[in-house]
């Protein structure tokens, strides 16, 4: 069974940084992309930062320079740096990772239950 679990996420003051963290285990062939999404009250679930199994990464304008995506491919783990953070960063971040359980099975999404990000003002 596959789990992917979130860590780094607590309080911090506008402006500071904040380092998350998302390792997946279990009997894993192969991730493809891994990317994390946040989801703020009474909003939708939107992604915010991208990175493919080469290294490729993408971003929510909104974040570009502020954030970077990072993976160690050896963990299975994934990461966000997130600086300069804003009172509206404040969301729960999942991690989202596509991946194969075996040579001959398709692609998936799995997702982790989240790590809340709070930015005061």
């Known amino acids: 069974q596959v789990q992917l679990v979130e860590s780094g996420g607590g309080l911090v003051q506008a402006g500071g940084s904040l380092r998350l963290s998302c390792a997946a285990s279990?009997?894993?062939?192969?991730?493809?992309?891994m990317a994390w999404y946040r989801q703020a009250p009474g909003e939708q679930r939107e992604v915010v930062a991208a990175?493919?199994?080469?290294?490729?990464?993408n971003y929510v304008d909104s974040v570009k320079g502020r954030f970077t995506i990072s993976r160690d491919n050896a963990l299975n783990t994934v990461f966000l740096q997130m600086n300069s953070l804003k009172p509206e960063n404040t969301a729960v971040y999942y991690c989202?990772?596509?991946?194969?359980?075996?040579?001959?099975?398709?692609?998936?999404?799995?997702w982790g239950k989240g790590t809340l990000v709070t930015v005061s003002s």
């Open positions: 279990g009997r894993i062939f192969s991730i493809n992309a």
């Open positions: 990175i493919s199994s080469g290294g490729a990464t």
């Open positions: 989202n990772a596509n991946l194969r359980l075996r040579g001959w099975s398709p692609d998936m999404d799995y």
